[in-house]
Antibody, heavy 122, light 107 residues
Framework: EVQLLESGGGLAQPGGSLRLSCVAS????????FNWVRQAPGKGLEWVSV????????NYADSVNGRFIMSRDDSENTLYLQMYSLKVEDTAVYYC???????????????WGPGTRVTVSS | DIHMTQSPSSVSASVGDSVTITCRAS??????LAWYQHKPGRAPNLLVY???TLHSGVPSRFRGSGSGTDFTLTIAPVQPEDFATYYC?????????FGQGTTVEVK
């Protein structure tokens, strides 16, 4: 069964850092691009970042560009989101999502993990 | 950035009803549009992509249509498990953008 499982969320102080992980099982991640998408409390879904298959390119939302870095380790079947200079407004549930393509756009997120909660507060 | 506008923001329905959600893009995106269903505390699920193609395993009571800037998602007939929030998302260009969501509530 295709599954994604995020981890690494928790409480961080403003200005702090966290690294989220997303472990895939039931398939090899090497053939696909992946997205991180977040949902702040009471808000809708917001796209955060994407990494292409092979990891040669990544794109970021303006709200996180320069602070977040997305990476992948195909040998470990794992995606990462390194978050620096965290802000209160980064508080959200973060979802890892597999796309149906190697190099978007275009491409949709056809499998999502259950999410990991990040809280940024002093 | 491409702005996605969904309407209505919420709709009340009974089991057996038909519900239609609309999504408008601020510029043409061909058929590069996805629809997702999201229930509280759960992972979102892909329903339709692109525009009018049902994702594997999605019941046929869901139907997507449209191209260019105007899209619709219809659920007919609504079933008890369909009460959730639905989002459209353009997959045409970065940054990917979502509509604000439409909650289908029990009447």
């Amino acid at each position: 069964e295709v599954q994604l499982l995020e981890s690494g969320g928790g409480l961080a102080q403003p200005g702090g850092s966290l690294r989220l992980s997303c472990v895939a099982s039931g398939f090899s991640i090497s053939a696909y691009a992946f997205n991180w998408v977040r949902q702040a409390p009471g808000k809708g879904l917001e796209w955060v970042s994407v990494i292409s298959g092979g990891g040669n390119s990544a794109n970021y939302a303006d709200s996180v560009n320069g602070r977040f870095i997305m990476s992948r380790d195909d040998s470990e079947n794992t995606l990462y989101l390194q978050m620096y200079s965290l802000k209160v407004e980064d508080t959200a549930v973060y979802y890892c999502a597999k796309t149906n393509v190697f190099h978007p756009p275009p491409g949709a997120s056809d499998k999502w993990g259950p999410g990991t909660r990040v809280t940024v507060s002093s | 950035d491409i702005h996605m506008t969904q309407s209505p923001s919420s709709v009340s329905a009974s089991v057996g009803d038909s519900v239609t959600i609309t999504c408008r893009a601020s510029q043409g995106i061909s058929t590069w549009l996805a629809w997702y269903q999201h229930k509280p505390g759960r992972a979102p699920n892909l329903l339709v992509y692109p525009a009018s193609t049902l994702h594997s395993g999605v019941p046929s009571r869901f139907r997507g249509s449209g191209s260019g800037t105007d899209f619709t998602l219809t659920i007919a007939p609504v079933q008890p498990e369909d009460f959730a929030t639905y989002y459209c998302q353009q997959a045409y260009s970065f940054p990917l953008t979502f509509g604000q969501g439409t909650t289908v509530e029990v009447k």
